[in-house]
């Protein structure tokens, strides 16, 4: 039977396997960082009608420029952040993962590289290697905080195009000063000039702000973001950056024309009329995420402490035969493969009832 390796695929991709959590259907999921809290009705309405009227000329191309969704995302960052930010230093695209992929066609691509401060985000290194940019891989401290004089010297060392940093960082849950954030930028325009993405898929549920105000003057900054997480529309595929109208111009260059339908615009602009709402559960599941931490604490797990929507625990010998022990429970929780640890999203109250108990079973029983 003909397989992959029967084609004339590029050299780099042979071997290597499509990324994914596992899609079980299990009671419990708390593995891939998603709201658990369906779209509230109102929103859902607001859907349906605006979707019905881009249905009316949907025999036309989309609004190739998405104009009025930026005014609106621009709109939502200045009030949350008090950074203006204006619609030309807006792009939006299918989820942040083609910001990324944008990103790294303008930006990276053969003979270029890409760096990243890991355990982080693996489709930086994996859409890295899809757009044939090299991928580096950077130092963390062991308690995943970023060694900022590591980091230095790797940036001096390997003089990378593009520079990711992950605030809150996935899958740890770690969140990065903006002094280091500042430092690597500096550390950056030194060795190249490159580009650094500040990747900010989780700051709706930081302790901390935004660091879209480090925009100002500096050009070769990007701030990247998604209705994946806190908005609670994994299902949209929206993503967005914010950076200076240069960079919106540069990555104009690789989208493909009309990349964002008239339908996905329709409905993010439906989700901008309820944030709202919508950011009041993110308070919530900002009190579960703390009570998942305390729970965790006080059952005699550790903890790396989260400015996310999920839990990094451990630790533990055999990280994968704990995650299957919690699944046998019922409950699906996410392997990284960062040794020793494993990371629980933040669900419903009850969801996370039932995780925590499984969790405190577990410890029981190699208590015996
Ligand atoms: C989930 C996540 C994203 C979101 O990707 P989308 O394509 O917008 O769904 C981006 N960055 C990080 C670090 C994430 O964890």
Request: proline content about 7%; aromatic content about 6%.
């Amino acid at each position: 039977m003909t397989g992959i390796d029967d084609l004339p695929v590029r050299d780099e991709l042979r071997g290597t396997s499509p990324y994914g959590a596992p899609q079980l259907d299990v009671p419990v999921r708390l593995n891939t960082n998603e709201n658990p809290y369906p779209l509230p009705e109102p929103l859902v309405e607001r859907i349906a009608e605006r979707v019905r009227e881009a249905a009316r000329t949907l025999n036309r191309y989309p609004d190739r420029d998405a104009v009025e969704l930026r005014t609106r995302l621009a709109e939502y960052l200045t009030d949350t952040s008090g950074h203006e930010v204006g619609v030309a230093g807006v792009w939006a695209a299918n989820g942040s993962n083609e910001v990324i992929q944008q990103l790294l066609q303008t930006f990276g691509g053969p003979g270029r590289t890409a760096m990243g401060f890991e355990p982080s985000y693996s489709m930086h290194g994996l859409i890295s290697r899809g757009t044939g940019t090299g991928w580096i891989s950077g130092p963390r401290n062991d308690d995943f905080t970023i060694d900022l004089a590591a980091a230095r010297k790797a940036i001096a060392e390997h003089r990378p195009d593009v520079v990711f940093v992950t605030t809150p960082n996935n899958p740890t849950g770690t969140a990065v000063p903006p002094e280091t954030v500042l430092a690597l930028y500096e550390a950056a325009q030194t060795a190249k000039p490159s580009m650094v993405v500040i990747d900010e898929a989780y700051i709706e549920f930081s302790h901390g702000a935004s660091l879209l105000p480090l925009l100002e003057g500096r050009p070769n900054l990007v701030v990247s973001r998604t209705m994946s997480k806190a908005f609670g529309a994994a299902g949209l595929r929206l993503g967005y950056l914010a950076a200076h109208p240069a960079v919106v111009d540069a990555v104009q260059l690789v989208r493909l024309p009309y990349h964002l339908s008239a339908v996905t615009q329709a409905t993010a602009l439906a989700a901008l009329e309820h944030t709202d709402t919508l950011l009041g559960y993110v308070e919530q599941l900002k009190t579960e995420r703390d009570r998942l931490v305390t729970e965790l604490l006080a059952i005699g797990y550790e903890v790396t402490p989260s400015d996310a929507n999920f839990v990094q625990f451990g630790l533990f010998e055999d990280s994968h035969e704990t995650w299957r022990k919690i699944l046998d429970r019922g409950v699906l929780v996410r392997d990284n493969g960062v040794p020793g640890w494993l990371r629980v999203t933040a669900g419903t109250p009850e969801e996370n009832d039932a995780f925590l108990d499984a969790v405190r079973e577990l410890k029981k029983e190699q208590e015996l």
